[in-house]
């Protein structure tokens, strides 16, 4: 029978004071706690399985909150997420929730997190993103960019960029989001990286490729922590690596 392969992990960095980043693996998430170590987990390839990661905004209160409480409200719709149009109700109904829990706090106002992630079904996976955290297919010779970074082009000489130009919450009134959400047919041995940007920001692409094509599941999501860390580690680092396997 075919199941579902994730390797994952969350760190606060070399330089963050704590963790703002959240996971969701299917029903289990990880909201602002700290590992190294990988942590795999094993699921049946049947109803739908959502993967995520949750990246509260740096420089906003709440941030941590902000990631959580998607995080956990996409674990608990996550079996109802079969279509491309339910993702997307999904996804707007976790910006209102992040806006009214804010409302009701004036210490929380303008909180927010990014979200980026996959849906896993046999007959389509549906990748889906909201601000700058990403996902990637690793499953042939290179890595291929799957979502898209709301955020403007850096600036000449720099490889990366601070703007965020959406994400749920994150401003003092509430607005509206435009999720990115594609689908494409899953294939036995596919092989996806979701991550935050603390682990794209200090390590570019070419590195990235270079570990998932040396290493498998939770050694490389090892690797790929490490890569970061020995990068400086400047924020938080959050990664899932998603293989769809077959028994």
Known sequence: MPYISVSALSHEGLVREHNEDSLVV??????????????????PFGTPCVVAVADGLGGHPGGEIASALVARRLALVG????????????????????YAVAAGD?????MGTTVAGVVLMPETVLV???????VYDASGDGLRRLSVDDSPPPAPGHRTTSIVTQTLGGSVHPTTIEAHVTGSAPAT?????????????????????????????GRAAFELW???IEAGGPDNITL????????
Do not use: M
């Open 128 to 134: 889906f993103n909201v601000g700058d955290s990403r």
């Open 79 to 98: 079996p109802g997420l079969d279509s491309e149009a339910a993702v997307r109700d999904a996804l707007d109904a976790c910006n209102r929730a992040v």
């Open 26 to 43: 299917g029903p289990w998430t990880l909201c602002g706690t700290v590992t190294e170590n990988p942590q795999t987990l094993l699921f």
């Open 189 to 217: 041995g596919a092989r996806y990286l979701v991550c935050s940007d603390g682990l794209t920001d200090p390590v570019p692409d070419e590195a990235l490729e270079d570990v998932l094509s040396e290493h498998t599941d």
């Open 226 to 228: 490490k890569a970061a």
């Open 106 to 110: 004036p210490e929380l106002t303008a």
């Open 240 to 247: 899932a690596l998603v293989r769809i396997g077959a028994q």
